[in-house]
Nanobody, 126 residues
């Protein structure tokens, strides 16, 4: 059984930082894209960042320059370093892992990810 377990969420003041972690088990993701989505109250779930197996990264425009995605394949773990947080970053953050290899490194659609974590709450106060 494949599991993705997020940690590191919490409450932070605007301008602060948080680091999310996502530990995967039951499947090795070193050859597959991993990433993050988020969903704010009343909003649709949206893409945040993805990292390909060869290390290429892509970000939503709203987080570019503030968030950094990384992965440790030896630990089967993906991270999201979130800096300069804003109240509009408040959301439940979901870790995702792809179930197949894509021809493009830009894997940013929900349907492209087969494995999802349970989500971790990030709240940014103003």
């Amino acid at each position: 059984q494949v599991q993705l377990v997020e940690s590191g969420g919490g409450l932070v003041q605007a301008g602060g930082s948080l680091r999310l972690s996502c530990a995967a088990s039951g499947r090795t993701f070193s050859r597959y894209a991993m990433g993050w989505f988020r969903q704010a109250p009343g909003n649709e779930r949206e893409f945040v960042a993805t990292m390909s197996s060869n290390g290429n990264t892509y970000y939503a425009d709203s987080v570019k320059g503030r968030f950094i995605i990384s992965r440790d394949n030896a630990k089967n773990t993906v991270y999201l370093q979130m800096n300069s947080l804003k109240p509009e970053d408040t959301a439940v953050y979901y870790c995702v892992g792809a179930g197949k290899i894509f021809s493009s490194d830009y894997v940013a659609q929900e349907y492209e990810y087969d494995y999802w974590g349970q989500g971790t709450q990030v709240t940014v106060s103003s």
